[in-house]
């Protein structure tokens, strides 16, 4: 909790709207000032000198914005720090600077404040010009603390300048944000001074910062390092931030701030011309308060006094300060944030990158082989891992600092999940969350020494925003029973938010397991406290989270057995409250694949059922040979099975080998047919099927993401070779789709179906990949005049993509119909979000289609001018069904969406009956 100083800029935001300025360098630009203004040729163009050399002209821009009724101004003090400073000989006038443009504000600001309307003065400080987060020699050629310190000197000036806020502004790096927070915190402790920090990052059209941050990542990064707003501005016009500020509202807990540029930029004569008028500007800003709840707004380049006039009329500035959401706990990569709780759980770790338990890490580390080891990163993560484990540890080096920093920058930079920083000494995780971009996961802490160790990495998790697994360890040593876990996980607990103001989600507690491979009688009964000590810590601390290396239950058994009774302890501990696992995914089965009788072997022992289960486990798993998709295990079985059946249970089971010789086993049987007939035969009864029983099991969560992903590649050589038979449609197209698995989203198979299907009867498809947000979306679909658009989704988190796009297509007055499909996905899904925000059906259509041969007949009849219209008309009527609209009344209006404020209930009434009822009378259009 910060102790501030001064917060009645955050007093007021909790009371109301706030309105910023507009432009600073627009409305310089406009007084035609000449190099004598700025003080000589050599400072010509240093806005921020200006305050020295001719306060006039900033004086004069200020007063035209506060005259207009902005409660906020900013000072004059962009580029004001050294290094940018420094390219116009200022470097060592910095404080001079920016303690001129804050005493300037404040004292235009004291002169237009009344009680009613105090007026207030935010500190601007814009990027470095560095990015340090890349491995370019040039613009990372500043180290972490360096830049800290950079931002560390303009922001002590500008609070002893008076400021009532600091505000880092056009962020393009997330690292170097990182540094500013870290710097101002640091000038907090200098001055002696405590302010307001307001965070915004600059976002392109498709939504990203300059190096791929996502408004989702950024959020993950930013929001626990101390700063009490966060927002956009620069960039963009209002239109293209609607999707990012609508994230920001509905997912932070701090107020959001919007503040744009007047449209894009255009070229005019070498000139940046921003074309947006203050008309359409304010209505947009004016929907983002209204709509969304954003609590700050104003203008930045190509912004005048008329664009912020217009808002202050329309602005309704005592809205309620919306209330803050309930937030999952994520981390981040640079590039996306990935959510600690997954459904299915767990969150997996990959291991591999660890000296301590791979022989062939530790060789390529040692060879400072970085490109073979961005291939193993790489290669886990296509295995399904969600975040991965990183330890650098050589008892023969002691440059353990410098060899993280080095990694962690570099698959920062290759990889899109978040990293686990896997180390015990403070420097080396010092170091590696200085290097990283992203939120990570510190592994780990414990109390073996005492609270002091603890502490400093708590302190390092505070200041950087990370999360932290914390073993059950304490000065007694590792925690056998339960009850002992408990007790050492509070006092973890109050240790890390008591004294260190950590959030309960910043905390993943590992209960450890204890191999039982030894027949140590004092733990047989160790997995069972385990299972009991992940629910105890659970319960007592609600939010915190439980992580555990599953692999450490089996260590010094065989290979095959290891692999059962690792994938069984997983799926207990999962059952138990599980939420992330470090493991190796390769070696982790399936719990329903696992034959009963190993299963009980494994549960014996787990469970201590029998105090025989050790020596029965050994003496199975003595002749059983470690089973590889190569094993002659159970072959026998499987080729006594019909082709078809092989073929289904090869995908479900994740088997490549043999899959085209199933199929063309399939085709030869069916000579009577031409092949591509039966080959769309096998593709929609035997492939499709598959895929279906695989997409059940992982929502029933009987497997896991890694599973999933082995099938889809087994199932994508399937498809590849039955391409070989499908007849393809030469000659002009039937139409054009433009094709992309929803942003969030990384799994494709069901969109690569449908793009072969549909490519091989006629259309083109424009296949934008997984991954893919709105605007990239909506715009392709616009530059290549598709047809239809098509988005797939499998998870449930990431289909809430789909209602955004076809909002956004409709307030663009866009006619395309768009295709919905993937596991997420249903058909009353479909109904539901053809009805817009505006209260009206979305007239193109939003079409349901449960797999790709569905996808084609919509197709077929959306390209039919004949069929077209009454497939639209069909889908209105069963969202009117779904809806509950009034069908006796043909002029009848779509339902409106309900307005976000729900009345207090004052009494509950009774339910008319109480268990299940059985609905006898049901309009066939509802089934």
């Known amino acids: ?317 005592n809205r309620p300060l919306p209330q803050a959401p309930e937030k999952e706990p994520l981390l981040a990569s640079p590039v996306q944030a990935v959510a600690m709780t997954q459904t299915p759980p767990p969150f997996l770790i990959g291991e591999r990158l660890n000296t301590q338990g791979s022989r062939r890490f530790k ?151 204890f191999t039982l491979a030894t027949g140590d009688p004092e733990l047989r009964d160790s997995a069972l406290q385990t299972l009991d000590g992940i629910r105890r810590i659970k319960a007592a601390m609600p939010g915190v989270l439980t992580s555990l290396g599953v692999s450490n239950v089996s260590f010094g058994l065989s290979r095959p057995a290891r692999a059962v009774l690792n994938s069984v302890m997983l799926h207990h501990t999962v059952q138990a409250g599980l939420d992330m696992a470090i493991v190796n995914a390769a070696h982790i089965k399936p719990y329903a694949e696992i034959p009963e009788n190993e299963r009980k072997l494994a549960e014996d022992l787990i469970l201590n059922r029998d105090p025989d289960a050790l020596s029965k486990l050994i003496a199975y798993f003595e002749n059983v040979e470690e089973d590889t998709e190569g094993s002659t295990s159970g072959q026998g079985v499987l080729e006594a099975m019909p082709p078809a059946e092989r073929l289904h249970w090869r995908i479900l089971h994740r088997h490549k080998a043999d899959v085209e010789a199933d199929i063309d086993i399939l085709l030869e049987s069916e000579k009577d047919k031409p092949r591509s007939e039966a080959a769309v035969d096998v593709l929609n009864n035997v492939l499709l099927p598959a895929m279906k029983d695989v997409g059940d099991k992982f929502g029933a969560g009987e497997l896991i993401l890694p599973f999933v992903l082995q099938s889809a590649e087994v199932m994508k050589i399937a498809v590849n070779h039955l391409e070989n038979y499908l007849e393809k449609k030469v000659g002009s197209t039937k ?53 239809a658009i098509g988005l797939s989704a499998l998870l449930v988190s990431t289909s809430r993509q789909m209602p955004l796009i076809i909002n956004e297509l409709d307030r663009r007055g866009l006619s395309i119909p768009v295709l919905i499909g993937g596991a997420a996905i249903n058909p009353r899904f479909g109904k539901r979000i053809l009805l817009t925000e505006a209260g009206h059906y979305y007239e193109p259509g939003v079409f349901y289609c449960k797999d790709a041969f569905e996808g084609l007949s919509t197709m077929d009849a959306l390209m039919n001018p004949e069929k077209k219209g009454a497939l639209i008309q069909e889908t209105h009527k069963a969202a009117d069904y779904e809806l509950g609209r009034d069908l006796s009344n043909p002029r009848a209006g779509a339902r409106r969406r309900a307005v976000n404020q729900v009345k207090e209930l004052r009494s509950l009434p009774l339910a008319p009956y109480w268990g299940p009822k059985v609905v006898k009378n049901m309009p066939i259009e509802m089934v």
């Not at 992203?438 to 160790?453: A, F, M, Q, V, W």
């Not at 997984?770 to 715009?779: D, G, L």
Request: hydrophobic share 40%; glycine share 8%.
């Open 1 to 317: 909790m910060k102790n501030f100083t001064n917060r009645r800029y955050l007093d007021a935001l909790e009371d109301r709207v706030l309105l910023f300025d507009g432009a600073m360098g627009t409305n310089l630009d406009r007084q035609n000032l000449t190099s004598e203004h700025f003080g000589g040729e050599k400072t010509a163009g240093c806005n921020d000198y200006l305050v020295i050399t001719y306060p006039q002209a900033v004086e004069k821009v200020h007063r035209s914005f506060l005259e207009v009724g902005s409660d906020v101004i900013e000072t004059d003090s962009f580029r004001a720090n050294r290094l940018t400073l420094s390219e116009f000989g200022l470097g060592e006038q910095v404080s001079e600077i920016n303690h001129a443009a804050a005493s300037l504000a404040r004292r235009l600001a004291d002169e237009y404040s009344t009680p009613e309307k105090p007026r207030f003065v935010a500190g601007s400080m814009g990027p470095s010009g560095k990015l340090i987060s890349t491995e370019d020699p040039e613009m990372s050629d500043i180290s972490f603390d360096a830049l800290a310190d950079i931002f560390k000197e303009q922001a002590a000036a500008l609070i002893e300048g008076g400021v009532d806020l600091l505000l880092i502004e056009t962020s393009q790096d997330i690292l170097e944000v990182k540094a500013v927070i870290t710097g101002i915190h640091s000038a907090f402790e200098e001055t002696g001074q405590v302010l307001p920090i307001q965070a915004q990052v600059t976002l392109d059209t498709t939504g990203r910062m300059l190096l791929g941050t996502d408004i989702a990542a950024a959020l993950a990064v930013l929001e626990g390092m101390g700063i009490d707003v966060i927002g956009l501005n620069c960039s963009t016009g209002p239109d293209y931030m609607r999707e990012p500020i609508r994230y920001l509202t509905e997912n932070a807990k701090l107020p959001v701030s919007c503040i744009p540029n007047a449209g894009l930029p255009l070229n005019v004569d070498g000139e940046a011309v921003y074309p947006m008028k203050p008309e359409p500007f304010s209505e947009l800003m004016l929907e983002f308060v209204n709509d969304y709840g954003v609590r700050v707004v104003g203008g930045c380049c190509g912004t005048r006094e008329d664009h912020i006039e217009l808002i202050n009329q329309g602005l309704n500035r």
């Open 735 to 787: 139409g054009k789709l433009v094709l992309a698995t929803v942003y969030g989203d990384v799994h494709d198979i069901g969109k690569n179906l449908v793009k072969t299907i549909l490519s091989n009867n006629g259309y083109e498809v424009v296949d934008l990949g997984k991954q893919v947000p709105a605007e990239t979306i909506i715009s392709r679909a616009v530059e290549e005049k598709a047809d």
């Open 363 to 513: 060789r390529l580390i040692m060879a400072e082989d970085f490109d073979t080891i961005i291939e193993m990163a790489r290669s886990q993560v296509d295995s399904g891992a969600h975040g991965l484990d990183i330890c650098v540890a050589l008892t023969e080096r002691d440059n353990e600092v410098a060899l993280m920093s080095k990694l962690v920058k570099k698959l920062a930079n290759a990889v899109p999940v978040p990293l686990v920083i896997d180390t015990t000494e403070v420097e080396v995780i010092e170091a590696a969350l200085k290097a990283n971009p992203g939120r990570s996961l510190i592994n780990s802490t414990h109390l073996e020494s005492g609270p002091e160790k603890a502490g400093q990495v708590f302190s390092l998790a505070k200041a950087f925003n990370a999360a932290v697994i914390v073993l059950t360890i304490d000065e007694n040593g590792m925690a056998k029973t339960a009850a002992d876990k408990l007790a050492v996980a509070r006092r973890i607990y109050n240790l890390a938010i008591e004294d260190h103001g950590l959030a309960p989600e910043d905390l993943v507690y590992d209960a450890l397991t």
